[in-house]
């Protein structure tokens, strides 16, 4: 598994949820990590991204409610997830990649496995 994501999980709406995502060692270098989603029926869609620098972007839909962190030295990503709502319910598809293309609208190189967040009403 090149990225290992973790959390996620049920919560009722306005709760709060954190993901995480793990580089494995064998990557040596990473520059944009972030977050896609996808609810059933639906297409994917981008979420959040943080970039080595800590620029960051947020889909319209999440802006006020996810932040995005990393922490470069563990080339770890975190989505802190803040008053929830039942249509945030998808599963959540960690993805990173060394250059710059995930900011143009693109999927990068590595992917973690899907977490489920289901969120109640």
């Known amino acids: 598994v090149q990225l290992q994501a973790s959390g996620g999980g049920l919560v009722q709406a306005g709760g709060s949820l954190r993901l995480s995502c793990a580089a494995s060692?064998?990557?040596?270098?990473?520059?944009?990590m972030g977050w896609y989603r996808q609810a059933p029926g639906n297409q994917r869609e981008r979420v959040a991204f943080i970039n080595a620098t800590g620029a960051t972007w947020y889909a319209d839909s999440v802006k006020g409610r996810f932040t995005i962190s990393r922490d470069g030295a563990k080339k770890t990503a975190y989505l802190q997830m803040n008053s929830l709502k039942p249509e945030d319910t998808a599963v959540y598809y960690c993805n990173a990649d060394p250059s710059d293309i995930l900011w143009f609208n693109r999927t990068g190189l590595y992917w973690g496995q899907g977490t489920l967040v289901t969120v109640s009403s």
């Open positions: 060692k064998s990557i040596f270098r990473i520059n944009i």
